[in-house]
């Protein structure tokens, strides 16, 4: 994981705010209009704690767009042009990661569409939308996480454990369900 100062910013959670899906499909809807009328082929989800209704969050939106790798370069600059700051890929190989902290705060993730880090965070959020009792147990550890770790990189850190038990679930899941 980087240890960039500017990426390690200070963490509070919010309760869950039913804007943030309106807001998460607002910020989805404006980045694919812009990327198609580019010309770019990319698909945009929302995703993170913002994405699962009623979880407790970081009151900013994530938000993940899939393209090809020719195509990064591009996405990330007009991604740039709407006033997000890019971090380069901010401790995760394969991910170009950009953040805005003015008008509705959000990250964007420029991933390869439909690789491992694509398939990764839409069966983590699916698998939190689908299974109370995993986004309950993601609560408490986010929960605790933010309690013991004021900043995003001691979080996330503290968090690790329970965001790997809950995706090799996830992945369980998928694969029974896939037999």
Not at 34 to 42: I, P, Q, V
Not at 95 to 123: C, F, I, K, M
Not at 127 to 147: I, Q, S, T, V
Request: proline share 5%.
């Amino acid at each position: 994981m980087s240890t960039a100062p500017d990426l390690d910013e200070p963490v509070h959670l919010a309760p869950y705010d039913p804007a943030w899906a309106v807001r998460g499909r607002a910020l989805v809807e404006r980045l694919s209009a812009g990327l198609g009328e580019l010309g770019l082929h990319a698909e945009v989800e929302h995703i993170g704690s913002t994405s699962v209704p009623g979880l407790d969050a970081k009151p900013l939106l994530d938000v993940q767009i899939g393209c090809a790798a020719g195509d990064v370069d591009a996405v990330v600059g007009y991604v740039r042009g709407l006033g997000f700051e890019h971090l380069g890929e901010a401790g995760v190989p394969g991910r170009e990661y950009l953040r805005r902290r003015s008008e509705q705060p959000a990250n964007v993730h420029v991933v390869g569409l439909r690789g491992q880090l694509w398939t990764d965070n839409l069966l983590f959020r699916d698998h939190l939308r689908g299974h109370p009792e995993a986004a309950a147990r993601y609560a408490r550890a986010k929960r605790d996480a933010a309690l013991a770790a004021g900043r995003l990189l001691a979080y996330s850190e503290h968090k690790a454990a329970t965001v790997a038990e809950l995706m090799a679930q996830a992945q369980a899941r998928a694969r029974a369900f896939r037999a």
